[in-house]
């Protein structure tokens, strides 16, 4: 549905900073989007060599901000990740994955610049991670 191009038009992230590969779809409640840059020797999230599977956290985040700015029709609004709830990580690793990243965000609440989101990450339809966070929205001066 969009494409790594598309997707930079939408989020501040740049380079290899901008995870996502492409969005699969979309709607009000929700987005789903793949990746399958998680085993590049260059990531730039990795350390010690590694890519550690709570990484799949950045990669929801910028899912959840592609579904704030599809829902407001232009580029997000600037987004702070405040708290995350109920995070299970199902595995240790991201970078030995043989199978791209399916993210998922689902929007539970949106109110006065705050929003909830569930978000799971897996890869081969086996979890990865998965868990709850709060995003509070700032709209930049022009």
Not at 53 to 80: D, K, N, R, T, W
Not at 102 to 110: F, K
Request: aromatic share 4%; with cysteine; hydrophobic share 50%.
């Amino acid at each position: 549905m969009l494409d790594k191009a598309a997707i930079r038009q939408l989020i501040p992230h740049a380079g290899a900073m901008c995870l996502p590969d492409a969005v699969v779809a979309w709607d009000r409640e929700g987005l789903r989007a793949l990746a399958d840059n998680h085993r590049d020797p260059h990531h730039p999230l990795r350390e010690a060599g590694r890519l550690g599977a709570i990484c799949a956290v950045e990669y929801a985040a910028q899912a959840m901000a592609l579904h704030a700015a599809l829902g407001a029709g232009s580029a997000a609004p600037i987004g702070f990740l405040a708290a995350l709830r109920s995070v299970q990580l199902h595995r240790q690793w991201l970078d030995d994955l043989p199978t791209p990243l399916a993210i998922e965000v689902r929007q539970l609440a949106a109110e006065g610049g705050g929003l909830i989101y569930e978000f799971t990450v897996h890869s081969g339809g086996l979890p990865v991670v998965e868990g709850r966070a709060t995003v509070i929205q700032r709209q930049m001066p022009p």
